[in-house]
């Protein structure tokens, strides 16, 4: 590898656009091309950020030498574009979700594991400096046994995802930190799952609703649309020292511990709430998700650190969003 990392994006829409973005303006990153199979949009941004525009993958690695791409295109082509990179022995960072399914992601898993390269799997809220807080208060006990999640991500209709889901678009991002933070969850003892279809989108539906229950009888409540007019993006979780609440969006915590039991308490207190104890605020430095997701993958790609979102991590995600599915089949 050259001292400063060669790197392209492939597919600069929606996400792809702000990869470039962060390639460009980082001096220990050249962005050596930008390759869309829409031209003007290639030459738009390829201009903007003064790389070569390739219209065609293929031209793209004749032509470059590279270290890392970020492969941005839309979901269901990421197992033939990760292919033609991983036979190249490129490093990957792959937009979420990795596949629309378990096998293709399985496959997509194999492919890079047989290349060796590296692959970090752009699930961007783990990369929020909130998200890592909480699982690292969450791994250290500072809950205590965690007795439910709740979770709310909401907000309006999402114009450029045409080929997904709300619940493979949107639920995915909090059903790999529930994984993540729980174990694999495919295998959790019920759920139950509530769809409803076409109010803005005539094929997929568009508001979901899943309750589950852990073998540890962890109950995990995940509430996800696209009618809302607003963003919104929380998640709860409770354990046997208190609640935990977060914002993704602001990235902000907050811990509400658990009072100290009492005897002899008055009636107010018993209106009240007898168990409210300190609310502390739990303060990270904020910074922009992808920004760090793109530190992780050049510090993976350096051998500086070990990618925060592997591909199996992802499998594992997608492997609960079948699991739920399935469900809603039933
Ligand atoms: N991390 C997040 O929060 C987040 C948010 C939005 C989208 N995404 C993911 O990013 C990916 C792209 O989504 P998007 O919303 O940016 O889609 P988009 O449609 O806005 O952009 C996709 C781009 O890929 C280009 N493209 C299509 N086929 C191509 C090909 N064969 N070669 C080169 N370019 C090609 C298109 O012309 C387009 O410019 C998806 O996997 C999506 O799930 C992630």
Redesign the pocket.
């Known amino acids: 590898m050259s001292n400063v990392p060669k790197i392209a994006v492939?597919?600069?829409?929606?996400?792809?656009k702000n990869h470039a973005r962060i390639y460009f303006e980082r001096p220990d990153v050249e962005l050596v091309a930008i390759?869309?199979?829409?031209k003007e949009?290639c030459d738009e941004f390829a201009g903007k950020y003064k790389c070569k525009a390739y219209y065609d993958?293929d031209e793209m690695l004749t032509n470059e030498q590279l270290d890392g791409v970020s492969i941005?295109?839309?979901?269901m082509?990421?197992k033939a574009v990760v292919e033609k990179i991983a036979q190249k022995k490129i490093n990957i960072l792959l937009?979420?979700?990795a596949a629309h399914n378990v096998k293709e992601a399985e496959e997509i898993r194999d492919i890079i594991k047989k290349a060796g390269v590296v692959c970090v799997v752009?699930q961007?809220e783990r990369y929020n400096p909130a998200v890592r807080k909480v699982i690292d208060l969450v791994f250290k006990g500072e809950l205590g046994k965690i007795f439910y999640m709740n979770i709310l991500r909401q907000g309006p209709y999402p114009p450029?995802?045409v080929d997904?889901d709300v619940l493979t678009?949107l639920g995915i991002h909090d059903l790999e930190i529930i994984n993540y933070l729980l174990g694999k969850m495919g295998d959790c003892v019920s759920h139950a799952c509530l769809q409803t279809h076409n109010f803005i989108n005539k094929k997929d539906p568009d508001i979901i609703r899943v309750l589950m229950k852990t073998k540890e009888n962890i109950v995990i409540n995940l509430s996800t649309d696209i009618l809302s007019p607003t963003k919104i993006r929380k998640l709860y979780i409770c354990g046997k020292k208190g609640l935990l609440s977060l914002d993704y969006i602001t990235q902000e915590i907050t811990f509400y511990e658990n009072g100290k039991h009492r005897e002899n308490i008055d009636y107010q207190e018993i209106l009240t709430g007898v168990t409210v104890g300190e609310e502390r605020k739990i303060i990270v430095e904020k910074k922009e998700p992808l920004l760090m997701e793109i530190n992780n993958f050049l510090n993976s790609i350096s051998g500086k650190e070990k990618p925060y979102v592997t591909i199996d991590d992802a499998l594992n995600g997608i492997i609960l969003l079948e699991h739920l599915k399935e469900n809603f089949k039933k």
């Open positions: 492939i597919g600069v829409g929606n996400m792809g390759c869309d199979s829409n949009r993958l941005c295109v839309p979901t082509l990421h937009e979420k979700p752009g961007i450029g995802v997904v678009d």
